[in-house]
């Protein structure tokens, strides 16, 4: 079994900062990529950034040079640190890795966390 664990989420007003991270755990045999994604209210899920294990990156239009992702491979674990926040950056934050378990027999699955809420406002 895998668990993705989301935390950092929170409110902040414009222009402030937040540091989400998510640590997976349980029977990983290899994490190929983790990544964030968000949802707004009435609207869909969108990719945010996501991060390979060899460290490459894509990130959304709408958080380039204001979001940084970043992985700690040895915990499992990748970040996002969020600067210069908007209030159309409010949505719930998930974390999604991509993997092979013992269990799996190659086959690459995705996982996702519970969701960490960050809402933006003065």
């Known amino acids: 079994q895998v668990q993705l664990v989301e935390s950092g989420g929170g409110l902040v007003q414009p222009g402030g900062s937040l540091r989400l991270s998510c640590a997976a755990s349980?029977?990983?045999?290899?994490?190929?990529?983790m990544g964030w994604y968000r949802q707004a209210p009435g609207k869909q899920r969108e990719l945010v950034a996501v991060?390979?294990?060899?460290?490459?990156?894509n990130y959304a239009d709408s958080v380039k040079g204001r979001f940084t992702i970043s992985r700690d491979n040895a915990k499992n674990t990748v970040y996002l640190q969020m600067n210069s926040l908007k209030p159309e950056d409010t949505a719930v934050y998930f974390c999604?890795?991509?993997?092979?378990?013992?269990?799996?027999?190659?086959?690459?699955?995705?996982?996702w966390g519970q969701g960490t809420q960050v809402t933006v406002s003065s």
């Open positions: 349980g029977s990983i045999f290899r994490i190929y990529a």
């Open positions: 999604n890795a991509h993997l092979t378990t013992y269990g799996s027999g190659g086959t690459r699955m995705d996982y």
């Open positions: 991060i390979t294990s060899g460290r490459s990156t």
